[in-house]
């Protein structure tokens, strides 16, 4: 899971995860495992907002009542908050789950590997 959250291979832990933002290599650069079984699905997006949605409600809570900015700073913060944890954040949870599903053979991983056998 490291391994993916690193957005490297979940085989070697070398190659490239991604070819695009959220789009995996169909296989690794470096150790050519087979990355095209993954099953990620909406599990990515499901952690990624409960992740900021717990970053940024709590902060925005504690800033609004500790300091009481105007509303334009609740504005232009907490989306730009949002955007930007988002955007680092559900490429790394996406590789992080490829990660979980190589780990425990889930998804199509699972069949190559007994393929290979
Ligand atoms: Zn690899």
Redesign the pocket.
Known sequence: MWRGFKM????????RLFARFLKATPE??????DLTCHEADDAPPYFTILIVGHIVVPLMLFVELEYLPPIWVHMVAWPALTLGLTVYLLPRIKGAVIGWQWALRMAGFGDKAESQL
């Open positions: 490297k291979c979940p085989a070697c832990g070398k190659g690794c650069t470096h150790c050519h495992t």
